[in-house]
């Protein structure tokens, strides 16, 4: 079982790989928390030249605050261009949803979103804030949203 400091050592590695433009994680069902998802998100934000992300992080126990630590941490990834993330089954409610939201709607090159949802507390309002993020990003010319069993 992988927790918050196998993470952070994780995130330190990747933080080191200058020239990264593709990064596949498949880390789900692990116990990583949200300061593990804090850690990850730190080294993937040092990736400058990545484009492609794709974050399976379904069942880590990341809640909210893991998700808003996250996703503050990649939008910092000033060419990505696609992302895939899987953030199922985390107990992310309304202020997550809102975080995920905000952020999307500052990556400027996003061109295809995965974002996948589903098994969290997701509500109406927490569906208004991302769809607002999504609204946002005009150059998106794929999307797939998953929110199956909120």
Do not use: P, Q
Request: hydrophobic share 40%; aromatic share 8%; charged share 15%.
């Amino acid at each position: 079982m992988i927790c918050e400091y196998g993470v952070k050592y994780l995130g330190e590695g990747i933080a080191k790989c200058v020239a990264l433009t593709s990064l596949n994680l498949f880390l789900f069902g692990n116990k990583i928390g949200e300061n593990g998802a804090m850690y990850l998100g730190e080294g993937i934000s040092k990736s400058v030249t990545l484009t492609s992300l794709n974050l399976f992080l379904s069942c880590t126990r990341i809640g909210d605050n893991g998700a808003k630590y996250l996703i503050e941490r990649i939008t910092k990834c000033a060419t990505l261009t696609f992302l895939y993330l899987d953030l199922s089954g985390n107990s992310i409610g309304e202020n997550g949803a809102k975080y995920i939201g905000e952020e999307i709607a500052k990556c400027a090159t996003l061109i295809f979103l995965n974002l996948n949802l589903s098994s969290n507390c997701i509500n109406d309002n927490s569906v208004k804030y991302l769809s607002e993020g999504i609204a946002i990003c005009v150059i998106l010319i794929s999307l797939n949203l998953t929110l199956f069993g909120n």
